[in-house]
């Protein structure tokens, strides 16, 4: 089977970026195009210290999840949403005014933003195939594990990292955690360009 080379990210490789208004800082792991400030996917770590608004991101769809901390609070479209670790991520759009409330301390959360397509943010249940017909598709890690993309040999990933394939063939991906619990061991990541 022929695969393109996936590349990994390792949190602890990526520095952390100050926000201007001092609530945190920002990894960014991966962007597409690579390295440019006019990306069409970005995929980035938010250490968030205290409450506030998100930034706004107009005309870019964006989805959400709690990696570490007790959790947030977000205020999006008249409604209070709680989402803390092992909770389903959260889709939204960027233009949407959403103000961050943290339930007790700091909380790392993985953001997957994109221009119009099709996008995908999905725990990982250890251990069960997983298929989606998306051609850049990845894994972030909660906890060390293995993982196996079909046939191909069986790669070994740390906790926190992101693994990214740009051009994934049609197969099953399978994760299977080194530290079995009740919170998902990695979430799920794709991107499909908008077609005409």
């Not at 397509?117 to 894994?139: C, N, T």
């Not at 740009?166 to 998902?184: Q, R």
Request: charged share 25%; hydrophobic share 40%.
């Amino acid at each position: 089977m022929s695969l393109t080379a996936p590349r990994v990210i390792r949190v602890e490789d990526v520095p952390a970026q100050p926000w201007r208004n001092g609530g945190g800082r920002t990894r960014e792991l991966l962007t597409r195009p690579a390295g440019g400030a006019d990306w069409k996917l970005r995929i980035s770590l938010a250490e968030v210290d205290r409450e506030g608004p998100f930034s706004a991101f107009p005309g870019i769809e964006r989805w959400f999840s709690v990696i570490d901390g007790a959790g947030v609070r977000l205020s999006l479209e008249g409604r209070e949403r709680v989402l803390q670790p092992g909770h389903a991520p959260l889709y939204f759009r960027g233009e949407s005014p959403v103000y961050c409330r943290l339930i007790e301390g700091p909380t790392t959360d993985l953001n997957l933003m994109h221009v119009p397509g099709r996008g995908l943010m999905q725990a990982v249940e250890s251990g069960v195939a997983w298929r989606a017909a998306l051609p850049g598709r990845g894994i972030f890690t909660r906890s060390a594990g293995r993982l196996q993309i079909a046939d191909a040999d069986e790669r070994r990933l740390a906790g926190h990292c992101l693994l990214w394939l740009d051009e994934a063939a049609d197969v099953a991906w399978t994760f299977t955690s080194d530290e079995p619990g009740s919170l998902p061991p990695a979430l799920w990541l794709g991107y499909a360009a908008q077609t005409d």
